[in-house]
């Protein structure tokens, strides 16, 4: 797990399609690290000082839990 890299990837999540897409399939790639990962967006959203970086977290956090429902097994 690179927490430089989801930190940038925080840093720099747009909220649009493409951009949470990206993210999100950064995150899905690294289900070994999820507990990291899930740890690393809640301090970004505890320390993001505005509440458009906080908002993109959740359209994320969004995407991420709607992808895994989709690929939970039956």
């Known amino acids: ?7 940038e990837i925080m840093r ?4 649009t399609k493409e ?16 507990k ?3 740890l690393h967006i809640r301090q970004f959203v505890e320390r ?3 509440f458009p970086p906080r908002l ?7 995407d991420v839990l709607q992808n895994s429902q989709r690929r939970r097994p039956g």
């Open 1 to 7: 797990f690179d927490g430089d890299i989801l930190e």
């Open 12 to 15: 720099t999540l747009m909220p």
């Open 19 to 34: 951009s949470i897409k990206a993210a999100k399939d950064w995150v899905m790639e690294r289900p070994r690290q999820a």
């Open 36 to 38: 990291a990962v899930a």
């Open 48 to 50: 993001a000082a505005d």
């Open 56 to 62: 993109n977290a959740l359209y994320l956090v969004n």
